[in-house]
C-alpha cells in the first residue's frame, strides 16, 4: 500500500511538472473519489480512550474493561508513570486476530508488542476493523509484573 502511494504521488508530480501552457496533460489520473483496490474492513469511526497512568501507586489502564465493536478504534493515551504500551498475550486472544493486529499496530517492538509511550500524552491507537470477536488480553510491557493488565471484548 505505502508503494502504491509513493507512485501515485511520483505520478502527480510528474504529471504537473510536464504539463506545459496550452496542452492537455498526457496521463489519465486514476478517477477522483474512487475507492481503493484492496479489500479494506470498514471502520466505524468509533473511538474510545484509554488512560495510562500511575495512580495512588498503581500503575493503570483506567478501563481495566472495555467492550467495543467491530470496526472501532482504541486510543491509549501515555498520562502518567510512562513509558507504557500495548501489548496482546498470544494465547489470550481469538483466533485470526494476532494476524489482524500485527496489521494493525504500527511501529511495533514485535509481535502484537507496541511501542513504548514515553511523551506526555502521547497517543497510541488500534483499529479493530477486520478483527475477529472476542476476548483480548493486554498488558504493559514495563509494568506487567506490577499488575499492568486489561481486557477488551470485541463484539460483532
Ligand atoms: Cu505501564
Known amino acids: 500500500m505505502r508503494y502504491l502511494i509513493a507512485a501515485l504521488g511520483i505520478t502527480a508530480l510528474a504529471c504537473g511538472g510536464g504539463e506545459q501552457a496550452g496542452q492537455p496533460a498526457q496521463q489519465a489520473a486514476p478517477p477522483a473519489g474512487q475507492p481503493p483496490a484492496a479489500a479494506v474492513p470498514a471502520a466505524t469511526g468509533t473511538v474510545h480512550e484509554v488512560n495510562m497512568e500511575l495512580r495512588d501507586g498503581k500503575y493503570i489502564y483506567d478501563r481495566v474493561q472495555l467492550t467495543i465493536k467491530i470496526g472501532d478504534t482504541v ?30 499496530m504500527l511501529n511495533r517492538l514485535g509481535p502484537l508488542n507496541g511501542p513504548l509511550l514515553t511523551d506526555s500524552l502521547a497517543v497510541y491507537q488500534i483499529s479493530f476493523a477486520g478483527a475477529p470477536a472476542g476476548t483480548y488480553d493486554y498488558y504493559c510491557l514495563p509494568h506487567e509484573a506490577l499488575g499492568m493488565k486489561a481486557s477488551l471484548t470485541v463484539r460483532p
Open 75 to 104: 486510543r491509549w493515551i501515555n498520562v502518567s508513570g510512562g513509558p507504557h504500551n500495548v501489548a496482546f498475550y498470544q494465547d489470550k486472544i481469538p483466533a485470526g486476530a494476532a494476524d489482524v493486529l500485527n496489521r494493525a
